[in-house]
Nanobody, 115 residues
Framework: QVQLVESGGGLVQPGGSLRLSCAAS????????MGWYRQAPGKQRELVAT???????DYADSVKGRFTISRDNAKNTVYLQMNSLKPEDTASYYC?????????WGQGTQVTVSS
């Protein structure tokens, strides 16, 4: 069993930056594929970024060059550095941990980009 707790969301002006963190409890964190997803009001949840156990990354086209996913296996934590934020990045951001048939989600953290 893995529990995920996101933090770091908030209100930021367009062009600003935020760093989200997702702390995982449980064992074998380094074996999990970790990902960040987001869901805006009235829209489906969408993939933002993922990182495999080997450090391979994948990003949504809309965030490439602005967002960076990273992980610290010693701290059981995955991060999402978000730069050059835009109003359309406003959403609830969720952390996901996947390993074979095991799939865990956090409760989400709100990011609002507005002047």
């Amino acid at each position: 069993q893995v529990q995920l707790v996101e933090s770091g969301g908030g209100l930021v002006q367009p062009g600003g930056s935020l760093r989200l963190s997702c702390a995982a409890s449980g064992s074998y964190f380094s074996l999990y594929v970790m990902g960040w997803y987001r869901q805006a009001p009235g829209k489906q949840r969408e993939l933002v970024a993922t990182m495999t156990t080997r450090g391979n990354t994948d990003y949504a086209d809309s965030v490439k060059g602005r967002f960076t996913i990273s992980r610290d296996n010693a701290k059981n934590t995955v991060y999402l550095q978000m730069n050059s934020l835009k109003p359309e990045d406003t959403a609830s951001y969720y952390c996901r941990a996947s390993l074979f048939t095991r799939d865990y989600w956090g409760q989400g953290t709100q990011v609002t980009v507005s002047s």
